[in-house]
């Protein structure tokens, strides 16, 4: 019997043999754990982190405002995305890291392209 933690491996590998950031369009990585949920930029030409934001930040500690997962999936997506424009970076491969997309994921995603980050 195989954890769902391999079977999350194998789905990981597999979309990361086809998915791959450059500096024209950096990957953005999601990672959810049981209460928090985690994005980054990546340029993987380069192997470097451009930045991150995560249900821990303090952007998002400082509102007032608490809701369930889905909401603060939504606004960690506004919020990447916000960077991401700040930066100057306006498409992005979109890296769900072997998560079934659905849920918290897909929240996140549809929030940053509201936002108006393409991919």
């Avoid at 597999?14 to 950031?21: A, D, N």
């Avoid at 030409?45 to 809701?67: I, M, R, Y």
């Avoid at 890291?97 to 849920?103: D, R, T």
């Amino acid at each position: 019997m195989r954890t769902k933690t391999e079977i999350r491996a194998w789905r990981k590998k597999r979309i990361r043999k086809k998915i791959r950031g450059s500096s024209l369009r950096p990957r953005l990585s999601v990672f959810r754990s049981a209460s928090h949920i985690y994005a980054q930029v990546i340029n993987d030409d380069e192997h470097k982190t451009l930045f991150a934001v995560s249900s821990l930040s303090n952007e998002l500690k400082a509102s007032e405002e608490k809701g369930d997962k889905s909401t603060v999936a939504k606004k960690v997506g506004a919020l990447v995305a916000k960077k991401c424009l700040e930066n100057d970076i306006k498409k992005v491969v979109f890296d769900r890291n072997g998560f079934v997309y659905h849920g918290r994921i897909k929240a996140l995603a549809d929030a940053a392209r509201e936002a108006g980050l393409e991919f």
